[in-house]
């Protein structure tokens, strides 16, 4: 082929992909390692969304630069809790080939208000090819008193955004947008090498069978897998996993855990699909209890560290997996066939370390309870030095990754710890938690847990809204409180946790009969179980007071579980809790308004209809020694 021909080969190939694009957005003026389809799928390609953000940032500033289809004004805030009241908010574009450009907060679904301290600084500004592009850069930390910039940090953002279809004719008079909406984004996420894969990289995916969704809100479905043969009899690493998502079903997939069993399984449980959770789960597989990937909505793909891997294939590895996938169904559709799974790469070059994972908070059972009309509740989940003293190895676990999890009434999650009383900085921590945005997290730097260290996974709850008493459970309007942590070496450390015998939180709420209250047995003539008489409890701000003050305070029921045995002689031990003093987290908000007191002296009357449930087989039995 003579030169010309190649020419116009190249040129009419690059003429075609172009075509293929569409209205592609201008290409970014510098290359950016993060970007986001503001208003599509996060696997969108370039080109198909209407509002793209990409981003960097260094240890002190972070640089945006936005492509949006218009050629009209162009909004983006960052939010507390997805709206308008409290975000902190830009807006500008190019009017007659002029930039302009302010920094501004929002008070309330009105135009938001030019700030006396201008921290957005732009850098660049042009229209092209239908789009506006905007290029500008703000401290991480804000300086503005009073929450007028909000702090960007490791959280979850809600990243709001908004355009217009003309440019203002005053700094005040911005028009009615065309588009708006919110996204859930983690900005300051350690950056991954996506195209750093093993070049021997292959490919398996664990997929739902046709699952047909009941008509019911929530529902749990576990499909089983025998370990696919390698072409290879030998050890291999799984470097990679990530969702694969029916398009019919994106939305409601909330989540999906992936648990290895152990040992030798009949082979006709290949294949076998079941509602978790109930009397159709066969007794062999109680013990396929260790989880080794995780996935919650809205997240993507996870990269292993260089060095380490997930060991499949080898002596001593899974023998079977089961995916266990949580459907959210509010609307209770009945026309969702479901065949979703996880998708995981794998090398035949084994890395460095091993990976496992440790499943820590709060116990999923009743035993959880967070009052309804509280702003601000919280569970403390305990994993106890008595454990990790006999299930931490010697030269303790390293932590690189981790996924937070509550279910709806979740605002915070931390994970802290503490070694010999003082406490390290915390394994995870989000203080803007999304209930529809659960990823797990690669750690800006490891962290190791020693023998004889101290978790707590705290959760904070906003119930403000919920006339009942809230339980945990695997229910979507039940709650949880846990976090899974992401380790190597491999050990057999697989589950650590606590819970607060109901026992103790019938004491602490006087208004409770408790001589009249039964805990382990049907209750007789005149008596109630303590879930009824939870259940029914006119709450008043004493009683959300007494329960909370018990948290750290009475002695824990806690478990330490290995992959397939407990760590104590018995499932559970009582113990005190471990710490006599620590400093709260939170921050004191100088600035905030006085709030009205959702207990005053006229009784809440609560009423619950909220199933029990359990994520663990000793949570069952537990449960079933202490239901009425």
């Not at 709650?479 to 697989?494: N, Q, V």
Request: hydrophobic share 35%; net charge negative.
């Amino acid at each position: 082929m003579d030169g010309a021909v190649l020419m116009w080969s190249v040129a009419f190939a690059l003429f075609a992909l172009w075509m293929q694009r569409g209205d592609a957005s201008p290409a970014p003026t510098e290359a950016y390692r993060q970007r986001v389809a503001l208003d599509g799928d996060d696997a969108a390609a370039e080109g198909s969304g209407s509002f793209w953000l990409h981003w960097k940032h260094d240890n002190e500033t972070i640089t945006f630069e936005v492509h949006v289809e218009t050629v009209g004004w162009v909004g983006l805030g960052l939010s507390p809790n997805g709206g308008m009241r409290g975000a902190d908010v830009v807006i500008g574009g190019v009017a007659k080939g002029k930039a302009y450009f302010k920094d501004r907060h929002a008070t309330g679904n009105t135009m938001p208000l030019i700030d006396s301290q201008q921290d957005w600084t732009l850098l660049a500004a042009k229209e092209d090819s239908g789009f506006t592009v905007l290029k500008f850069r703000r401290p991480l930390l804000s300086t503005d008193h009073c929450s007028n910039d909000m702090s960007i940090t490791p959280a979850t953002m809600r990243v709001i955004w908004a355009y217009g279809a003309t440019d203002p004719e005053t700094e005040t008079s911005v028009e009615q947008h065309v588009k708006r909406g919110t996204k859930s984004v983690i900005l300051l996420e350690p950056p991954v090498d996506r195209d750093s894969l093993p070049h021997d990289v292959q490919s398996f995916s664990l997929l739902n069978k046709a699952v047909r969704l009941p008509k019911q809100e929530t529902y749990y479905w576990c499909q089983m897998y025998k370990t696919p043969a390698l072409k290879e009899k030998k050890k291999h690493h799984v470097v990679k996993f990530g969702p694969l998502l029916q398009r019919t079903s994106r939305g409601i997939v909330h989540h999906m855990v992936v648990f290895a069993c152990y040992g030798q399984l009949a082979d006709a449980f290949h294949g076998m699909g079941y509602p978790c959770y109930t009397d159709q789960e066969p007794a062999e597989l109680a013990s396929c209890q260790h989880a080794v990937a995780t996935w919650g909505i809205g997240g993507g793909d996870f990269y292993f560290p260089d060095n380490v891997g997930f060991p499949i294939g080898g002596d001593g590895d899974p023998t079977f997996f089961r995916l266990e996938t949580h459907y959210n169904n509010p609307t209770l559709r009945e026309d969702i066939v479901d065949n979703s799974g996880i998708t995981f790469w794998y090398t035949g070059t084994p890395r460095e370390m091993e990976a496992g994972i440790l499943g820590v908070g709060y116990e999923v059972s009743r035993m959880l309870i967070v009052p309804p009309k509280v702003d601000a509740y919280l569970i403390t989940g305990v994993c106890h030095p008595r454990c990790t003293e006999q299930a931490v190895p010697e030269h303790g676990i390293h932590v690189f990754a981790n996924m937070l999890h509550t279910h709806l009434l979740g605002r915070k999650v931390r994970v802290r710890q503490f070694r010999n009383g003082t406490e390290l900085d915390t394994l995870g921590r989000d203080e803007h938690f999304d209930f529809n945005y659960q990823q797990v997290r690669l750690a800006a730097a490891e962290s190791t847990i020693h023998q004889g260290d101290t978790l707590l996974v705290e959760c904070e709850y906003d119930s403000s809204e919920r006339e009942n008493v809230t339980f945990g459970g695997i229910d979507t309007k039940n709650e949880m409180c846990m976090a899974w942590l992401y380790y190597y070496p491999k050990s057999e450390f697989a589950s650590c946790g606590s819970a607060i015998h109901p026992i103790k939180s019938v004491r602490a709420l006087k208004a409770i009969d408790i001589d009249k209250t039964v805990f382990a047995r049907p209750p007789r003539n005149g008596e109630q179980s303590w879930f009824d008489a939870v259940s029914g409890l006119h709450w008043k701000k004493e009683d959300v007071d007494a329960l909370q003050d018990i948290q750290t305070k009475v002695r824990i029921l806690n478990q330490c579980l290995g992959r397939t045995t407990s760590f104590y002689t018995n499932v559970w031990l009582e113990t005190e809790f471990p710490l006599e003093s620590y400093a709260s987290l939170d921050q004191v908000d100088t600035c905030k308004d006085e709030e009205e007191d959702p207990f005053p002296n006229t009784d809440h009357g609560v009423n619950s209809g909220v199933g029990v449930a359990s994520l663990s087989l000793s949570v069952m039995l537990l449960l079933l020694s202490l239901s009425s």
